[in-house]
């Protein structure tokens, strides 16, 4: 038996020791959903099983973020950062299943910690809140949470295993027309009608998605417009989201949309007043060496992780990716699986399937870490900054 394989077993072993406790810490996350920057029990819990490990180095709260926990093991030159989302979507719980990413992540530092030293790595885990909303990895990255990073991983549930996630770059609009109310009947012309400017809008958005580029998308909903039939509204409000297979294209596609926005404002002499809610989601890089030695280290696992994965949906990590070599593997629930952001997924999160993701995507990654610490040219190319 090789080096690397005994490296491997020894890994399992520490991963199994642990692996009801990692198990029960997924179900806990799952009975007690958090939104994003309030996940409170949730890191707690986080921290406390980091602390069982008596291997790790922790900070619970980084910077803007409370909830944000970096947890380290092993004093190596090679820095290893394992990703850990624990958000919860509103009304829905973990639909999108981050309790089992958080508990996968858990279970890579887990099998890795005893390891680290004669790796000669360093195992950085970074409990990232608000994926869902805020996008809490670009904080961190903003922060300098980050720095060091030689290569950033993290596992994602979904019906089918894929070697990557295929994210769009997105951005999120919030769009206020400001006229002037008047009696809808008495003085109709006194008013300045805000709906009117949304209903421009609207239109105009419309119209333009059949001249957007492939991959590019617009999509929305009014928050507000007006409060009573027989009053003019002088305010109405929408938020947008814009995606494109590309940070370029999302540029162009932003522009469209704003344009159309615009284009309300000056119909109606409405005030236009246009604000980004929260931070742009860049597009995924996926690391190739690294996505094979993760795809390798599946299928021993007995998972045949597809190639191809569907343009959908976006993700923090996408800005990770762009300043550190990054994979985002996608671990499969089953061909029964439901639709991801649905409560049926939820439910599904603390099926078997759901348990069995936590346990091979913690081994997944964990040997994939070992992976990149013993080849070494592997080794090399990231010390060297990843090319």
Same mark, same amino acid.
């Given at each position: 038996?090789?080096?690397?394989?005994?490296?491997?077993?020894?890994?399992?072993?520490?991963?199994?020791?642990?692996?009801?406790?990692?198990?029960?810490?997924?179900?806990?996350?799952?009975?007690?959903?958090?939104?994003?920057?309030?996940?409170?029990?949730?890191?707690?819990?986080?921290?406390?099983?980091?602390?069982?490990?008596?291997?790790?180095?922790?900070?619970?709260?980084?910077?803007?973020?409370?909830?944000?926990?970096?947890?380290?093991?092993?004093?190596?030159?090679?820095?290893?950062?394992?990703?850990?989302?624990?958000?919860?979507?509103?009304?829905?719980?973990? =639909?999108?299943?981050?309790? @089992?990413? %958080?508990?996968? *992540? &858990?279970?890579?530092?887990? !099998?890795?910690?005893? /390891? +680290?030293?004669?790796?000669?790595?360093?195992?950085?885990?970074?409990?990232?809140?608000?994926?869902?909303?805020?996008?809490?990895?670009?904080?961190?990255?903003?922060?300098?949470?980050?720095?060091?990073?030689?290569?950033?991983?993290?596992?994602?549930?979904?019906?089918?295993?894929?070697?990557?996630?295929?994210?769009?770059?997105?951005?999120?609009?919030?769009?206020?027309?400001?006229?002037?109310?008047?009696?809808?009947?008495? =003085?109709?012309?006194?008013? @300045?009608? %805000?709906?009117? *400017? &949304?209903?421009?809008?609207? !239109?105009?958005?419309? /119209? +333009?998605?059949?001249?957007?580029?492939?991959?590019?998308?617009?999509?929305?909903?009014?928050?507000?417009?007006?409060?009573?039939?027989?009053?003019?509204?002088?305010?109405?409000?929408?938020?947008?989201?814009?995606?494109?297979?590309?940070?370029?294209?999302?540029?162009?596609?932003?522009?469209?949309?704003?344009?159309?926005?615009?284009?309300?404002?000056?119909?109606?002499?409405?005030?236009?007043?246009?604000?980004?809610?929260?931070?742009?989601?860049?597009?995924?890089?996926?690391?190739?060496?690294?996505?094979?030695?993760?795809?390798?280290?599946?299928? +021993?696992?007995?998972?045949?992780?597809?190639?191809?994965?569907?343009?959908?949906?976006?993700?923090?990590?996408?800005?990770?990716?762009?300043?550190?070599?990054?994979?985002?593997?996608?671990?499969?629930?089953?061909?029964?699986?439901?639709?991801?952001?649905?409560?049926?997924?939820?439910?599904?999160?603390?099926?078997?399937?759901?348990?069995?993701?936590?346990?091979?995507?913690?081994?997944?990654?964990?040997?994939?870490?070992?992976?990149?610490?013993?080849?070494?040219?592997?080794?090399?190319?990231?010390?060297?900054?990843?090319?």
């Amino acid at each position: 038996m090789s080096t690397v394989d005994t490296l491997k077993q020894r890994a399992e072993a520490a991963l199994e020791a642990g692996l009801d406790r990692i198990v029960d810490f997924s179900h806990r996350l799952h009975g007690t959903p958090e939104v994003g920057l309030e996940e409170v029990k949730a890191s707690a819990w986080l921290v406390a099983e980091l602390e069982a490990l008596d291997q790790a180095r922790i900070e619970h709260g980084l910077g803007e973020l409370p909830t944000a926990v970096r947890a380290e093991a092993g004093h190596g030159e090679l820095v290893l950062t394992i990703c850990a989302e624990y958000d919860a979507l509103p009304g829905i719980g973990h =639909a999108c299943g981050h309790n @089992i990413i %958080a508990a996968a *992540a &858990l279970g890579a530092f887990t !099998a890795l910690a005893p /390891l +680290a030293d004669e790796l000669g790595v360093t195992v950085r885990l970074l409990g990232t809140p608000a994926e869902e909303t805020a996008g809490g990895k670009i904080i961190m990255l903003q922060q300098g949470d980050f720095d060091g990073t030689h290569a950033a991983m993290m596992v994602h549930p979904n019906a089918h295993d894929e070697s990557a996630m295929r994210p769009y770059a997105c951005s999120g609009y919030r769009a206020t027309f400001r006229g002037r109310s008047a009696h809808a009947s008495a =003085a109709p012309h006194e008013g @300045i009608n %805000a709906l009117d *400017a &949304l209903t421009v809008a609207l !239109a105009a958005i419309g /119209l +333009a998605r059949q001249q957007l580029k492939p991959n590019q998308q617009i999509h929305g909903y009014v928050l507000n417009a007006g409060s009573a039939p027989n009053v003019i509204p002088d305010k109405a409000t929408g938020e947008w989201m814009v995606r494109a297979d590309s940070m370029e294209s999302l540029d162009q596609v932003t522009n469209v949309l704003h344009r159309c926005l615009e284009a309300g404002g000056v119909a109606s002499g409405c005030q236009l007043e246009i604000d980004q809610t929260g931070h742009s989601f860049a597009n995924l890089k996926t690391d190739g060496p690294m996505a094979d030695l993760y795809n390798a280290n599946a299928r +021993a696992l007995g998972r045949s992780p597809r190639e191809e994965a569907l343009l959908a949906g976006s993700t923090d990590m996408g800005n990770v990716s762009q300043y550190f070599p990054s994979i985002h593997p996608m671990i499969g629930l089953g061909d029964d699986c439901p639709p991801i952001h649905s409560a049926e997924f939820a439910d599904f999160a603390i099926s078997r399937a759901g348990d069995q993701a936590v346990r091979d995507g913690a081994l997944g990654m964990a040997w994939t870490c070992i992976d990149l610490a013993t080849d070494q040219a592997q080794r090399h190319r990231l010390l060297a900054g990843g090319g």
